[in-house]
């Protein structure tokens, strides 16, 4: 191997992980001076009730600066609840469904799951699957035949295992229900296209643990009653995320990452830093010359997870194994697609893409 590992603040790895993600340094820095006593209140925000005035103040900031970074309308509530995106892929279906139909469109792994699991519920349909072409493009979502009784339609906004993404915010006929657990906060969105938006914090927010919800109004009022509260998006909504003890420490963290992606510029910024970081990536996979096959066709390629293959599975586990080496960690693709699968969430710093970059072009060198 030429290329040798870079020197980097702590020692840390250039983390390609799908989840949980690269937080930014100086969030860690901030973190780790407040672990034992924060804002000299004597303890950890682990430690704190939850009920008590400093934790309450955390959370209302953290909630109220989302809102602001995102650009949230009025009309919209926020609020955390845990399970992580898997417990709303029945959770949506249990307070939207009713006795319409719920339409599901399957870009990969996720969506499949979330198809899958929300039959358990009520009457559901798979109106697109890109099954026959491998997960490999997302379709024009204005174009579908929508059911004429349609609830609501869910898709996912970026499969993280097969690296593709819809790259709009589409204005469709039905209700929108969209998982955007791992591209949330990667560009700017418009939130009003969308009935309903989650996201699990561990990609692009925090820590694993909390999930974002992002709820119409008007949608409140299609939960059951009665209904098993710890559920009910409109119980969530009522008690301001605190029916029972939240995340506390989960919803913390994403504060200060919420704090940090302003300071960065806001999302327009991010957007650039990430497009950026995902070129560097695609660059060296396309001047390969077919060493690297890269899976999402070129108008969906994901800006957080750049996916793609070797030739033979042997070169894979040599690939692994030296990029580990040089501390390129975490870059196995999902067992269900195999291959490559780098993840550069917000976080992740442009660095770490040259790098890889560097790494891929001597590989193939010395094994094309």
């Not at 790895?13 to 004597?42: H, Q």
């Not at 949506?92 to 870009?107: F, I, K, P, Q, S």
């Not at 024009?140 to 609501?152: C, E, F, G, R, V």
């Amino acid at each position: 191997m030429s290329v040798t590992a870079v020197k980097t603040a702590y020692d840390r790895v250039f983390n390609f992980s799908a989840g949980p993600c690269t937080l930014p340094v100086e969030v860690l820095e901030e973190i780790r001076d407040d672990l034992m006593n924060y804002k000299g209140k004597g303890m950890s925000v682990m430690e704190m009730s939850h009920r008590s005035k400093e934790f309450m103040d955390i959370l209302d900031e953290t909630l109220e600066t989302f809102r602001r970074v995102f650009n949230v309308p009025e009309n919209y509530k926020t609020f955390f609840m845990q399970g992580g995106a898997t417990l709303q892929n029945t959770a949506h279906a249990m307070n939207l469904l009713g006795e319409g139909v719920g339409d599901y469109v399957v870009t990969g792994y996720w969506g499949k799951k979330t198809s899958q699991q929300a039959p358990l519920v009520g009457e559901c349909k798979v109106i697109y699957d890109g099954k026959p072409h491998n997960y490999s493009e997302v379709p024009d979502l204005t174009k579908l035949d929508y059911s004429p009784n349609a609830s609501y339609v869910h898709w996912v906004s970026n499969e993280t295992i097969h690296g593709v993404e819809f790259k709009s915010d589409p204005d469709l006929p039905v209700t929108s229900v969209c998982d955007m657990s791992s591209n949330i906060m990667s560009r700017p969105v418009d939130v009003s296209k969308y009935a309903m938006i989650y996201a699990g914090a561990q990609k692009n927010m925090g820590p694993a643990g909390a999930t974002l919800v992002i709820l119409r109004e008007d949608l409140l009022a299609r939960t059951p009653e009665p209904f098993h509260p710890m559920l009910s998006y409109k119980a969530i909504s009522d008690n301001g995320s605190m029916f029972n003890t939240p995340p506390c420490f989960a919803i913390y963290v994403c504060g200060l990452v919420y704090k940090w992606v302003k300071k960065e510029g806001g999302l327009t910024a991010i957007q650039k830093r990430n497009e950026a970081k995902a070129k560097v990536l695609y660059d060296a996979i396309d001047a390969s010359a077919g060493f690297y096959a890269g899976h999402a066709k070129a108008d969906c390629r994901s800006n957080m997870n750049v996916t793609f293959q070797l030739p033979t599975e042997e070169l894979l586990s040599t690939f692994v194994k030296e990029a580990d080496a040089v501390k390129l960690n975490g870059l196995k693709g999902h067992r269900s697609l195999g291959g490559i699968r780098a993840s550069i969430y917000n976080a992740f710093p442009l660095e770490g893409c040259q790098v890889m970059a560097e790494f891929m072009a001597d590989f193939a060198k010395r094994n094309g």
